[in-house]
């Protein structure tokens, strides 16, 4: 049976790109979740030269789907460069969707059903669905079901003031109602971690992020976009904050709980517009075409707890698991990428890997240990760049394997936690 370490099925991943990260409602807002894919994937098949005919299908995440069209990997398949009869499909596990997407296409790989794969995520929460309420919807089927001018009017004529209340998405559990931020909240309570520890690890995230702009580690691995109207191309992420100080981070209120809450817009991702997306090749094949792939996945894992319970410690639950796939320790690891929803959520998971309760949760009678902090996101995380719900996973695997590949380090982790209490955990290696 062919496994994720198996020579010859091991899976490559041989290119990765994004879009722009950018605060929903700014520069992408004109564009939709399709629009920055298909840009994305564009770009990844001209630069890496891939033969779309090679391509054996793209797997795609999104996580507030298109009403119009809810299979967002086969509208962004199809490109000019794609042949039509490149299948395609849409996965969802909230934020870890471009994760879910591109294990389920090195699956695919190790199965021996594919050779090559093109996945990734997008998100534009700039163009979230805004749905009629059911007094609404009802009176709009009446009416468009009556046979008479007069029957139309009379469906309409139902409709009440409260009923043209319209209802928005919101970040919440549908099975708790908590908001992702409420989550967070009680986390950072339950765990002690204090306003000032949050302030600065997303202070950190902003230095990090802004470093890796500047010196043009970040924005190698960015696809220019261009905006129309005027068709300007916006080049790198706009919610990174060079000038971003302790001081104006202490200043903010706490959103999520005014009166004792810790959690502020500064140490929390910002709802975000983008796209990634990632060139998958088993072994035999990447190495037949010539490439030399930024690296290969060595295991995964995901896992979930109770969404009533502290929503967002799954990576504390699947990063063992994945080690232990993988044969390796917290130790081995050259570098760490964690997806920061919240400062809060990250310090929290950072202390699961440290509690024996926890290790025992997962199954293991050691906890995996302290994180070294300076392998810790060294270009910043989603605090600073953003998080474009659909695409984040896509874009910590590719600077991953970008950074690994400039240190000369053999082995990477990188972890996710994503809505209904679940987590994701990867383990990559170069050669
Ligand atoms: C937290 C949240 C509600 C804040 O939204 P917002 O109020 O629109 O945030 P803004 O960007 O307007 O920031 C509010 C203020 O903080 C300031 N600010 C934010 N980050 C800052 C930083 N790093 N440094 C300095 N100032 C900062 C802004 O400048 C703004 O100040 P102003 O009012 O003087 O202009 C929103 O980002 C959110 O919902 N995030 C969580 C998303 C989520 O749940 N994701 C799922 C995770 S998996």
């Avoid at 590949?405 to 955990?425: E, I, N």
Wanted: charged residues 20%.
């Amino acid at each position: 049976m062919p496994s994720l370490g198996t020579p010859g099925r091991r899976v490559a991943i041989v290119a990765g790109l994004r879009t722009p990260f950018a605060r929903a409602g700014t520069t992408l807002k004109s564009l939709s979740a399709i629009d920055l894919g298909k840009r994305c994937v564009a770009e990844l098949i001209e630069r890496s030269g891939v033969d779309g005919k090679l391509v054996d299908a793209v797997v795609y995440g999104t996580v507030v789907p298109s009403v119009i069209a809810p299979n967002i990997a086969r509208e962004v398949s199809l490109l000019p460069l794609l042949p039509k009869g490149v299948q395609a499909f849409t996965v969802s596990r909230a934020c870890a969707s471009a994760n879910q997407a591109i294990t389920d296409g090195a699956d695919q790989i190790v199965l021996g059903h594919a050779d090559v794969i093109i996945a990734g995520g997008a998100e534009s929460l700039s163009n979230v669905p805004i749905l009629h309420s059911r007094g609404m919807s009802e009176a709009l089927v009446a009416a468009s079901r009556a046979k008479s001018f007069g029957g139309r009017v009379k469906a309409l004529a139902k409709v009440r003031p409260r009923d043209l209340v319209p209802i928005t998405p919101a970040i919440a559990e549908p099975s708790t109602g908590e908001t992702m931020g409420e989550s967070a909240e009680k986390m950072a309570k339950i765990n002690g971690i204090p306003r000032a520890d949050q302030d600065h690890f997303a202070l950190r995230s902003h230095r990090l992020a802004a470093a890796g702009t500047e010196d043009g580690r970040l924005t190698a691995e960015i696809v220019p976009v261009y905006v129309p109207p005027a068709f300007e191309a916006m080049t790198s992420d706009n919610g990174i904050r060079a000038d971003s100080t302790m001081e104006k981070l202490k200043s903010l209120k706490p959103v999520f709980d005014r009166k004792y809450g810790t959690v502020t817009a500064g140490n929390s991702s910002p709802l975000t517009d983008g796209a990634s997306a990632v060139l998958l090749m088993s072994e035999e094949r990447a190495r037949s075409l010539g490439y030399e792939p930024m690296a290969f996945i060595r295991s995964y894992a995901y896992a979930a707890l109770d969404p009533g319970e502290q929503l967002l410690m799954g990576p504390v639950l699947a990063a063992p698991v994945a080690l232990q796939r993988a044969g390796l320790s917290l130790g081995d690891m050259d570098l760490i990428e964690m997806h920061e929803a919240f400062a809060a959520q990250v310090l929290c998971n950072l202390h699961g890997f440290e509690s024996q309760a926890w290790a025992e949760r997962a199954g293991f009678s050691e906890p995996l240990g302290e994180v070294d902090r300076s392998k810790l996101n060294v270009m910043g995380g989603s605090i600073a760049i953003g998080h474009p719900f659909g695409a984040t996973g896509g874009r910590i695997l590719t600077t991953l394997c970008n950074e690994l590949q400039r240190r000369g380090g053999q082995f990477g982790l990188m972890t996710v936690c994503a809505a209904g209490g679940m987590g994701h955990a990867m383990v990559i290696e170069r050669a």
